[in-house]
């Protein structure tokens, strides 16, 4: 199993590191938990023989951006950047069109794409995305979705595989995405390698995500979120805040799921998550209080939304 890094200036150094490590670590291991497991062999891509990444390390390549064909695996390291204007800055720089101009030439019928945090959006310029579905870092999916409309974001698993590509979350999502490729050449070797670096599962970014960094200026949903915040210790009914707001509840359901790609009760659960998250670091109010600030009856409600954000698969909390 051959795996190629891509790497350039400016790419996240915690990124490849855990990349290098990871692969490192399951080769290592191989032999000890099957030897009929292929070999896994780990090459770094860049357009020069030395790459600085944006902690100062430096990253020694041993091929270039043109020698990717015989490849199983191309991973992309992620851009390093952290506000939308910077990523897309970088994105025009002359290190990342090479690197859209390689992947370019990787043939996704035999060769698996992978990616995570911002390396997404560089698989994304290709257009190799359009038509998937992917995840990403979570406060920059905005941006992502309004420059790759093509493309569907999940953001409620950590990990997402779509055919030859494989994606995930923020910055240090790229161990689960690691974690990933190499279960995909043994789910047992990946689960050797979880346990002995002390990897716990992390099934979903939505628990981190915080709603104010999902900027966006429609006004109705504006107003929809300002009427939420000052009645978040009330019962929710979408019907009520669209007449509370002037709107009508399909129109309502309609534009958030436009805008931001929730439903109205998806938002509100997101400001209860952030409100309560606030109230448990900056309080000593015991989880019942909380609860009550925030629109439930009792804890174990709230609970169940936090279960909920944390594990996608478990019942909603309304």
């Given at each position: 199993?051959?795996?190629?890094?891509?790497?350039?200036?400016?790419?996240?150094?915690?990124?490849?590191?855990?990349?290098?490590?990871?692969?490192?670590?399951?080769?290592?291991?191989?032999?000890?938990?099957?030897?009929?497991?292929?070999g896994?062999?780990?090459?770094?891509?860049?357009?020069?023989?030395?790459?600085?990444?944006?902690?100062?390390?430096?990253?020694?390549?041993?091929?270039?951006?043109?020698?990717?064909?015989?490849?199983?695996?191309?991973?992309?390291?992620?851009?390093?950047?952290?506000?939308?204007?910077?990523?897309?800055?970088a994105?025009?720089?002359?290190?990342?069109?090479?690197?859209?101009?390689?992947?370019s030439?990787?043939?996704p019928?035999?060769?698996?794409?992978?990616?995570?945090c911002?390396?997404?959006?560089?698989?994304?310029?290709?257009?190799?995305?359009?038509g998937?579905?992917?995840t990403?870092?979570?406060?920059?999916?905005?941006?992502?979705?309004?420059?790759?409309?093509?493309v569907?974001?999940?953001?409620?698993?950590?990990?997402?595989?779509?055919?030859?590509?494989?994606?995930a979350?923020?910055?240090?999502?790229?161990?689960?995405?690691?974690?990933?490729?190499?279960?995909?050449?043994?789910l047992?070797?990946?689960?050797?390698?979880?346990?002995?670096?002390?990897?716990?599962?992390?099934?979903?970014?939505?628990?981190?995500?915080?709603?104010?960094?999902?900027?966006?200026?429609?006004?109705?949903?504006?107003?929809?979120?300002?009427?939420?915040?000052?009645?978040?210790?009330?019962p929710?009914?979408?019907?009520?805040?669209?007449?509370?707001?002037?709107?009508?509840?399909?129109?309502?359901?309609?534009?958030?799921?436009?805008?931001?790609?929730?439903?109205?009760?998806?938002?509100?659960?997101?400001?209860?998550?952030?409100?309560?998250?606030?109230?448990?670091?900056?309080?000593?109010?015991?989880t019942?209080?909380?609860?009550?600030?925030?629109?439930?009856?009792?804890?174990?409600?709230?609970?169940?939304?936090?279960?909920?954000?944390?594990?996608?698969?478990?019942?909603?909390?309304?």
């Amino acid at each position: 199993m051959r795996i190629g890094l891509l790497v350039l200036d400016g790419c996240l150094g915690s990124a490849v590191a855990s990349i290098i490590d990871i692969v490192t670590a399951a080769e290592a291991l191989r032999p000890a938990v099957d030897p009929s497991i292929p070999g896994i062999e780990l090459s770094v891509a860049g357009p020069r023989k030395r790459v600085t990444a944006s902690n100062g390390m430096t990253i020694t390549t041993d091929r270039t951006l043109r020698e990717l064909a015989d490849l199983d695996v191309v991973v992309v390291g992620a851009l390093g950047t952290i506000t939308g204007p910077d990523t897309e800055a970088a994105l025009a720089g002359r290190a990342a069109r090479s690197t859209v101009a390689a992947l370019s030439t990787v043939d996704p019928g035999r060769a698996r794409i992978a990616a995570a945090c911002t390396g997404v959006f560089t698989v994304a310029e290709t257009g190799l995305l359009d038509g998937r579905q992917v995840t990403t870092t979570w406060f920059l999916t905005p941006v992502f979705k309004a420059r790759y409309p093509a493309v569907s974001v999940d953001l409620d698993r950590m990990v997402v595989a779509d055919g030859p590509v494989l994606t995930a979350g923020a910055a240090f999502a790229h161990i689960d995405l690691a974690l990933a490729i190499v279960g995909g050449i043994s789910l047992e070797l990946a689960q050797q390698v979880a346990r002995l670096l002390l990897v716990d599962e992390r099934p979903s970014q939505a628990a981190f995500v915080s709603y104010d960094h999902l900027h966006h200026d429609d006004p109705l949903v504006r107003a929809f979120e300002r009427h939420v915040r000052r009645h978040l210790d009330e019962p929710f009914d979408t019907s009520s805040v669209a007449r509370a707001i002037g709107a009508g509840r399909r129109t309502l359901e309609r534009r958030t799921r436009q805008v931001l790609d929730l439903t109205p009760l998806e938002i509100v659960q997101r400001l209860r998550l952030e409100r309560a998250g606030h109230l448990r670091r900056t309080t000593d109010l015991a989880t019942d209080a909380i609860a009550r600030q925030v629109g439930y009856a009792n804890a174990d409600t709230l609970r169940a939304l936090e279960r909920r954000a944390a594990n996608p698969t478990s019942r909603v909390a309304r």
